[in-house]
């Protein structure tokens, strides 16, 4: 299979199977899904630490001889502040509340189990922000798959992974919201679809655009590597330390380092 071919398919399980599987988790019942998703995020936040420190950053360093490591230190500084001012901007996170986590049909937050009310005259615009923010964080995505997979193609399939494992809860919380502003079930998926072939879009893009920038391609994966770790600490940990009883924070630990362990796995197999 062509290196574009690669691309698109793990593209398209970063993006539009995220969607399909966060739909298909809406539909088991509500006390399961609050026992079931505070895992699937402690699993996430330990696959993208893995992938931004294990894989992302060490091929940065050695992808170009000529790389300065002081400048890579940078760009992972600069991508950290700037995905922390687009949350501020309500891009990255699809909020437009001081309630945002993960949410439910009826906006109850699965973290802490706390309901937060929405506003009618709020719903039309909250709908819209989430499919555009939506759509901006997979044409991103898509552009840092693309570059992992031009840098290396074992690279490629471990930052979808990681990609993939982090867009199924953030997608439940969409899809969830879009459902409580009022949209049909049918119409909130394809809503939430068109929005995830952004994925696709932004790798495409970024294929043609990257092959002529050979050199730029250790920063990217330095602002891959940022946007995975500021996911991780600044919009999923936060969630987990709501929950303070010794048996939940075994699970998450546990989670956190089987998280960490499939992306090493994954990484040392492949290679």
Known sequence: MSLLGWIIVFSLL???LSVLA??????????????LLPHTVSFAIGALLGAALLALLPHAMIVNENVDFHDLGLTLLIGLLAFFLLEKMVLWRHCHSN?????????????????THSHNHEKNASGTLILIGDAVHNLVDGVLIAAAFMTDIDLGIVTALAVATHEIPQEIGDFAILLNN????KRALLFN???SMAT????VIAYYSLQSMQHALPYILAIAASSFIYIAVADLIPGLHKKT?????????ILIAL???????????LH
């Open 14 to 16: 970063g993006g539009v």
């Open 22 to 35: 966060a739909s298909v988790f809406l539909l088991i019942n509500d006390n399961h899904q609050r026992k």
């Open 99 to 115: 309630h945002c986590e993960l949410h439910t049909p009826g906006n109850i937050n699965i973290l802490n189990g706390q309901e």
């Open 182 to 185: 009022g949209y049909e079930r």
């Open 193 to 195: 679809v068109f929005a």
């Open 200 to 203: 696709i879009v932004g790798a």
């Open 245 to 253: 009883e010794l048996r939940e924070t075994i699970q998450q630990i």
């Open 259 to 269: 998280g960490v362990a499939t992306i090493y796995w994954a990484h040392s197999s």
